[in-house]
């Protein structure tokens, strides 16, 4: 068994999940005026692209990592919306 494929998916799934705690600081303080959006904007349109090349390829370690990272970075940049300007 080959443990490459286990790992790639579950660091994959932390990356994705690694935007919450700026998340959670965002909408606890109620202020984004500190993050760059376009560093945001960037990264979710990396992980979006990302997801939609894993639905092509039917990949779901690539799927589900990048789901997790289009919904959190999704939260950031609505907390920017917010909060930001």
Known sequence: MNILPILATIFGL?????PIPQAIKIFKRK????ISIISYSLAFLGVF???LYGIQLNNL?????????TITLSIIII??????R
Do not use: E
């Open 14 to 18: 932390v990356n994705g999940f690694s």
């Open 31 to 34: 202020s984004a005026k500190d």
């Open 49 to 51: 692209i990302w997801l």
């Open 61 to 69: 370690p690539i799927i589900m990592a990048n789901f997790a990272g």
């Open 79 to 84: 907390g920017w919306f917010f909060y930001g």
